[in-house]
Each structure stands twice: as C-alpha cells, then as structure tokens.
C-alpha cells in the first residue's frame, strides 16, 4: 500500500476543504497509476491517496484488520486477482462502504462495463482520456465534485 499527502495550494480550495479527504486508488498500471497521482497533485484538491494495486489490497485496504474508510474510491475495472466489477459489488455489500462513493476511471468504452457499473451502483464512469490534458482537467473536475462538492452520506 502506497500513501501520498497532496497539500492544498491555491486560497480557492482551502476555503472549500478543510482537511485534506482520503481518495483510495485503485490501480495496476504503474502508468497509469503515476498519471492519476500527477493529476490529483496537478487539481489542488487536497488529499491523502492511499493506492492499492489490485483488487485483494483494495479490499484488505476497506476490511483488513486496520480498515479505513475512504472518502472516495477511484478504481480501474481491469484489476488483477479481483476485478473491479467483483471489487465493486463487494464494496455495495457490505454496511460499512456500502455509501461510499465509488467513481471508475478505467480505460473501458465498453457498453457493458458501463452498464454492469452502474447496475452495481457505481456513482460514476469514467473513461480515461487518451490525451494528457483532457486526463488533468477530468481528475481535476472529479476531485472538485467528489471531495469538495458533493455531499456524502456517513454512518449514523
């Protein structure tokens, strides 16, 4: 498991987060995983990134006997040893993730990825733009809205 702080640079964000929101990454590719991490940083969203490689660390990460709760899971679909939709379906299952916002960012157009996602709750799906610009600004905007905007619903 891999934690990156990323600090809040610009007055903007800071008025919008008060202290920094935990993102779970989810994440084979080391490329892949180097460019969401760049991204983020690159947003100013203010954030502590835990990134888990395949879908058993994820779930260690969510379960494991030092369990955390994220505020945001963004995950990729292709995942070795558990795929995403598996990974997914049981963070649905289960009382304490069951509310917790789970955004895939996979490289994937397919119509059934899509609907499978979404069939299992997802909250949002997202392909991986191919250009590294558009890829910055939909991280960006991703991280705005999940972790600065939306409001989640926590356990009572």
Known sequence: MKTMVVPCLSEEFRSLA?????????EDNADDERLTLRAIRLSEVPSIIQVARDGEEALNYLYGPDARIPD???????LPKLDGLELLRKIRSRPATKLVPVVVLTSSDEAIDIWESYGL?????VSKPV??????EAVRQLGLYWLTMNVSAKPV
């Open 18 to 26: 008060a202290e920094p929101k935990t993102i779970l990454l989810v």
């Open 72 to 78: 945001l899971v963004l995950m990729d679909l292709k």
């Open 121 to 125: 709750r997802a909250n949002s799906y």
């Open 131 to 136: 250009d590294f610009e558009e890829f910055i």
